[in-house]
């Protein structure tokens, strides 16, 4: 299971790697930066340091995680195994 999920884990960051490299590419010929011309590296740079910035408005919906605890998790766990049982043998009647 370890295995599997490192390489899930591995696989999808270097899929986000190729995907930012080419981003970077294709914002640095939108902006007209070549070999000898530099005129908007300054906007390039102004532009990618904001966008990593975006994340953060992202925050608020992680306001939920971590309020469970793992005791809390195994009952709930537990009572919908003890339900599911329940409803298992009702059926079978």
Known sequence: VEAVLF???MSIFNGASTVG???GAALTKVFGITDTNFTNLTLLLVFCNITSLYPLAL???LDG?????EEEMEAMDQAI???STSSTEESAR
Do not use: H, M, R, W
């Open 65 to 69: 995680v971590g309020d469970v605890s």
């Open 21 to 23: 490299t080419e981003i």
């Open 7 to 9: 390489a899930t884990l």
């Open 81 to 83: 195994d003890v339900s």
């Open 59 to 61: 925050l608020g919906l």
